[in-house]
T-cell receptor, first 115, second 116 residues
Framework: DQQVKQNSPSLSVQEGRISILNCDYTNSMFDYFLWYKKYPAEGPTFLISISSIKDKNEDGRFTVFLNKSAKHLSLHIVPSQPGDSAVYFCAATPSSATSYDKVIFGPGTSLSVIP | NAGVMQNPRHLVRRRGQEARLRCSPMKGHSHVYWYRQLPEEGLKFMVYLQKENIIDESGMPKERFSAEFPKEGPSILRIQQVVRGDSAAYFC??????????????FGSGTRLTVV
């Protein structure tokens, strides 16, 4: 049973336009959400996160939106650049900073930004 | 300050052999996590270790797989009697005792295991 879902395996976007990557989750205990970016032959790198007490977090060109009632979050990249082409993993955890619970990852969305 | 170091980067084993994957966490990180990425799938949690302790191994297959994080040296993920279905990318991540505001991990570059 997949607790974190990314229903779009791939997405193509023109350079300069907005990329929107979607993620849904089923576990209502999740209260912290993360996005990771992964290039081929490299490990995932942390991109941006959001706590369930917020509905938006912005960092430069990257913004994550959380709709807790719908159990849905999205990552917006604007403007998209060719270097953004990568696999993006949505992830979630029910933990606080001082307690443990494993981070659960979605299957990933492969983003291609076309010059 | 080196990141999470995994070796080897690529490992080829014949069916029935043993595979040993190593992970050295970032300096100051005492928590290690192993994830597996099968082809066309996401990252699946396998095991969480602290020094000399296995904290959560709920994602480890019941047979042939084991992990350790000794007092000295890297964490080791060991797969005995490998089968073709074990072919995957294995990623190690580490974190400090308190994960900090991003609750995230730092990942290594992975070990790509191919069983022939």
């Amino acid at each position: 049973d997949q607790q974190v879902k990314q229903n779009s395996p791939s997405l193509s976007v023109q350079e300069g336009r907005i990329s929107i990557l979607n993620c849904d989750y089923t576990n209502s205990m999740f209260d912290y959400f993360l996005w990771y970016k992964k290039y081929p032959a490299e490990g995932p790198t942390f991109l941006i996160s959001i706590s369930s007490i917020k509905d938006k977090n912005e960092d430069g060109r990257f913004t994550v939106f959380l709709n807790k009632s719908a159990k849905h979050l999205s990552l917006h990249i604007v403007p998209s650049q060719p270097g953004d082409s990568a696999v993006y993993f949505c992830a979630a955890t029910p933990s606080s900073a001082t307690s443990y619970d494993k981070v659960i990852f979605g299957p990933g969305t492969s983003l291609s930004v076309i010059p | 300050n080196a990141g999470v170091m995994q070796n080897p980067r690529h490992l080829v084993r014949r069916r029935g052999q043993e595979a040993r994957l190593r992970c050295s966490p970032m300096k100051g990180h005492s928590h290690v996590y192993w994830y597996r990425q099968l082809p066309e799938e996401g990252l699946k949690f396998m095991v969480y270790l602290q020094k000399e302790n296995i904290i959560d191994e709920s994602g480890m297959p019941k047979e042939r797989f084991s992990a350790e994080f000794p007092k000295e040296g890297p964490s080791i993920l060991r797969i005995q009697q490998v089968v073709r279905g074990d072919s995957a990318a294995y990623f190690c991540a580490s974190s400090p005792p308190n994960r900090g505001s991003n609750y995230g991990y730092t990942f290594g570059s992975g070990t790509r295991l191919t069983v022939v």
